[in-house]
């Protein structure tokens, strides 16, 4: 029976179905899909946004008077800001080739790279995750040490639902390694058989070639908060809209010294604090450097996250008066890691800590056989045009997207203690 002449819809809906099939971590976080958007059902373009809220909090009455708590919420958006593709082409005989064969040849080798690269974009978020656990020099290749991020995320509250871990093929198989000794028998099995490592302390494990490496910046030297900051410097009703605050640092090592956006560092006396009872914790608080940043001399602005507020409802932090009163200022700043070093950064998250909103592309005016398919928030577009000078049909597959780090809470990274 002769084969039938593939259109641009059939090959279309093969490109959806191994893009859903490929993605890792795309699948495991808060999708936000095109029906939350205001535009109609041409498409979208590059610049659209979404508007998403974060969450409020309030303290506790001690009494039977009652005492009404503003509802302040913030917002963040995501902005459709990604347009990736692939481009290649089709001879007549291709095109009646059977899906299947066409397939393997070249849609999933298309798709596949698609799908790494929204993965990668996703991953790249790790750097707006203060909260850290140091894995010790080896890796994670205990339950022991798989079980520092779990516990991290116990500590912080960080909800027991929908938790996902994504580590880097080293650790996954480390960890792998140490799951085949115990007596588990399907636990055991699935280790040794499958390579697979599933739910481990309630955390849907999963690994990625896509897990990134981060190099730190070069800062040296004793670094210090150049900056007062007490009891309403930052407020929640300042800060509730933005992405980042701004403190100083002074005490640099010169010039030269750097910090990388996602290096993480700590405050002498401050610690952090229970999400809900606003209790303080055993470690201190955590901040995430926002934005790359140079010394000029020995001192330099610094754009962080979360903001340090120190009372109220949306207390972050609580502040130790006996290591040096009840300003901030001067007080050591310490990094997470050694200048310049690489430091693997496997994450573990609830599901909303991040978010992906794939949405559907224009199908432009004068594109003849457009193709547009759509399924559970993923969305590609293929277009055909024929190249009539050297007769060759060429084929553009195309996806939109924004993605966003929507509540860093939610999220632990995992690094060595000692990296490539």
């Known amino acids: 029976m002769p084969n039938t002449t593939l259109t641009a819809d059939i090959i279309a809906a093969e490109a959806l179905d191994i893009l859903e099939g490929e993605l890792v971590m795309a699948n495991l976080v808060h999708r936000a899909h095109e029906n939350e958007f205001t535009k109609g059902t041409n498409g979208y373009s590059i610049g659209d946004t979404l508007t998403v809220r974060r969450p409020t909090d309030f ?134 058989r499958n390579a697979k490592l599933g739910t481990i302390g309630g955390v849907e494990t999963y690994m990625s070639h896509n897990v990134p490496v981060h190099t730190t910046g070069t800062r040296t030297g004793t670094d210090l908060v150049d900056l007062s900051i007490v009891d309403g410097t930052f407020t929640w009703a300042s800060v509730k809209n933005a992405q980042y605050v701004t403190i100083h640092i002074d005490g640099m090592a010169g010039a030269a010294s750097t910090l990388a956006y996602g290096d993480t560092f700590t405050i002498a006396g401050l610690y952090d604090v229970h999400p809900v009872t606003k209790a303080r914790l055993p470690h201190l608080k955590m901040f995430s450097v926002m934005e790359a940043a140079t010394a000029s001399s020995n001192e330099t602005d ?88 050297n007769d060759v049909s060429n084929w553009r597959l195309d996806i939109l997207y924004g993605v966003k780090c929507i509540d860093p809470r939610l999220a632990v990274r995992a690094s060595l203690a000692a990296d490539i």
């Open 59 to 192: 303290t506790v009455r001690d009494g039977a008077t009652a005492s009404a708590q503003d509802v302040v919420e913030g917002k963040t958006t995501i902005t459709i800001d990604k347009q990736k593709g692939i481009d290649f082409k089709f001879s007549s005989a291709d095109l009646t080739l059977k899906i299947g064969e066409l397939s393997e040849r070249v849609i999933r080798p298309a798709v596949v790279q698609l799908a790494s690269q929204v993965d990668l974009d996703l991953m790249a978020l790790y750097r707006n995750v203060p909260n850290h656990v140091t894995i010790p020099s080896g890796g994670i290749d205990s339950f022991a040490d798989y079980a520092l991020a779990p516990t991290r995320m116990d500590t912080c509250a960080i909800p027991q639902d929908q938790r996902h871990a994504i580590l880097s093929p080293a650790d996954h198989w480390k960890m792998l390694g140490s799951q085949t000794a115990l007596y588990i028998q399907d636990a055991a099995k699935g280790a040794y």
């Open 302 to 389: 610094v754009k962080i996250w979360p903001p340090i507020i120190l009372s109220g409802a949306q207390k972050t932090c609580d502040l130790d008066t006996t290591v040096d009163g009840s300003d901030l200022d001067n007080n050591i700043v310490t990094y997470q890691g050694t200048a310049s070093t690489n430091y693997t950064q496997n994450l573990f998250f609830h599901r909303n800590a991040f978010a992906l909103c794939m949405v559907p592309m224009e199908k432009p005016p004068g594109a003849v056989d457009v193709a547009r398919k759509s399924f559970k928030g993923l969305s590609i577009r293929l277009i055909p045009y024929y190249d009539g000078a």
